[in-house]
């Protein structure tokens, strides 16, 4: 059984034992705080995205806005071939820089349901870039916009003809004076073509108005609005493989646009019952599957994931398969069903597993096999005793993100405290590392000694590992639940990691 989560290059990889753990190093930071800056709320990162390439970045936040970085140590700076070379040996250090940002949403007030429509960025996706320009999908809790991002140069006349105020026959007139309808002036004396004459030889002085290109700037571009699609707010958005289509789900709908119809989308996923009080679960994440773009799956607030095929049915209330894990018997209680509820799936780059992150764990799903997670991965599990506490301050519903590494070898989350964990997800492997968002990631990592070896499974290993935690936070009572790391993003080709902890934006790599 193989617990990679990436496909044909982490399965190859693990054939001969799993790959060492890695060695997390700081990278950059954007908008660190000084030790007791008060972040204004507008100023929190709400959604992180790399492109395909993962030669840019975007994050939105929840004042409206979208912030683009794009990576500069890649490129070439005509270094020699020996720069290169050396390169090579080295670990290469990921560099990006701040690009432009734009405003993509507004506060709005629905006056129809007296409801005020945040401006915060839930989510953004990246296009198929086109001649130069940079596509991208941002959306709030209503309302989808489609951006186009692109360099624009910016044009100046340089040359003028010759000084106006000394021009032969300029009269100095305080009132205007009066036109006549064909646009000549009523007044002889304002007639300057009769009175302007040229010398002999023509104006030395006179040139034509020469347009020079001086520099380029960045302009970002509403292309369309995908609007009055949804009653409940939006929670995803995600492209398809076909580079033409995208859905959005809310609480009870998933719908399907096509990028260049903007007030037309079909509804493909209808969870909303007849009656609203027979109402026991809502969509709480959907994306497309990274290859097939007829298949998609959608994770529900009772813990389950369903993978539907558009081929089916015009309408696909009924799934082609379903992955959940069955209840242990005894373990009912108050906060079951709400630690249960699914916060984000992911699809493996090569769309043969998911990941999905709940309030306690992780899950890896093999899309071939529903009878139960391939692997799962504690995270929160010394919070159970502190459940009551989190219900009581809204921790409990607290929405975190998970991600995948391209090769498919680790997956990672967040937690409070500023903190996230890395596991290895290949088999056999017991990599678990917990870092926090600073400029010492390592900070917080507490080595364990190895242990001898049992007769139990490797994905028994990964759980029990994972379920450690550093030190004194062992039983919750050293986390800051203010804290919390819910966003974070990994690099499509290699190991290097953006997260946000509440307005900064921390980079590592490994």
């Not at 596509?135 to 010759?162: A, G, H, P």
């Not at 290109?213 to 995908?226: G, H, I, K, P, Q």
């Not at 069955?326 to 597993?353: M, N, V």
């Not at 994972?466 to 919390?484: H, I, L, M, R």
Request: charged fraction near 25%; include cysteine.
């Amino acid at each position: 059984m193989n617990g990679g989560g990436g496909g044909g290059d982490g399965a190859a990889s693990s054939g001969g034992g799993p790959p060492p753990p890695l060695e997390w190093r700081f990278s950059q930071v954007f908008g660190e705080r000084t030790a007791g800056e008060e972040v204004q709320e507008v100023d929190i990162i709400s959604a992180i995205e790399f492109d395909k390439s993962g030669d840019h970045l975007a994050t939105g936040d929840r004042g409206g806005r979208v912030v683009l970085f794009e990576r500069t140590d890649n490129k070439d700076n005509g270094g020699s071939r020996r720069d290169a070379e050396q390169m090579d040996y080295t670990v290469r250090h990921p560099e990006f820089r701040y690009k432009t940002e734009f405003q993509s949403h507004e506060p709005e007030f629905d006056y129809l349901k007296s409801l005020e429509i945040e401006e915060k960025i839930n989510k953004i996706r990246w296009c198929q870039p086109a001649n130069g320009a940079l596509f991208l999908l941002s959306t709030n809790d209503k309302t989808i916009k489609y951006w186009k991002v692109q360099e624009k140069k910016i044009k100046k006349i340089s040359e003028m003809n010759i000084d106006p105020s000394k021009t032969p026959g300029q009269p100095s007139s305080s009132s205007p004076p009066p036109v006549v309808a064909n646009g000549v002036h009523a007044d002889p004396a304002h007639d300057y073509l009769s009175k302007f004459s040229f010398p002999p030889g023509g104006l030395p002085s006179l040139r034509l108005p020469v347009v020079t290109s001086l520099e380029t700037s960045l302009v970002a571009r509403c292309r369309r609005v995908y609007a009055h699609a949804h009653d409940y707010h939006i929670n995803s958005i995600s492209n398809s493989s076909d580079g033409e289509t995208f859905i959005s789900a809310d609480d009870l709908r998933v719908n399907l646009w096509n990028l260049e119809i903007s007030n037309q989308s079909f509804n493909i996923v209808d969870v909303k019952p007849t009656n609203m009080e027979d109402l026991t679960e809502v969509i709480t994440s959907a994306e497309f599957h990274p290859i097939h773009c007829n298949m998609l799956a959608y994770s529900s607030s009772k813990g389950s994931i369903r993978l539907i095929d558009m081929r089916q049915s015009a309408l696909c209330d009924s799934h082609t398969k379903l992955f959940e894990e069955p209840e242990a018997p005894g373990s009912r209680s108050f906060f079951t069903e709400i630690i249960a509820s699914i916060s984000d799936i992911k699809f493996s780059k090569d769309g043969r597993y998911i990941l999905s992150r709940d309030y306690m764990t992780l899950k890896l799903w093999d899309i071939n096999m529903d009878s139960g997670p391939v692997a799962s991965y504690q995270v929160h599990e010394h919070l159970r005793p502190k459940l009551c506490d989190l219900y009581e301050n809204d921790s409990i519903f607290d929405k975190f993100e998970c991600c995948l590494s391209g090769d498919g070898l680790r997956v990672a989350t967040g937690s409070y405290s500023n903190l996230f964990r890395v596991f290895g997800a290949s088999q056999g492997s017991t990599e678990a590392a917990t870092l926090e968002a600073s400029k010492n990631p390592m900070r917080r990592q507490i080595q364990t000694p190895a242990r001898p070896s049992r007769t139990i499974s490797s994905m028994t290993r990964m759980v029990r590992r994972g379920s450690e935690s550093p030190g004194a936070e062992a039983n919750g009572n050293g986390y800051d639940f203010t804290n919390k790391l819910l966003h974070m993003a990994w690099h499509p080709t290699e190991n290097s990691i953006a997260c946000a902890a509440a307005n900064s934006l921390y980079m590592y790599y490994a």
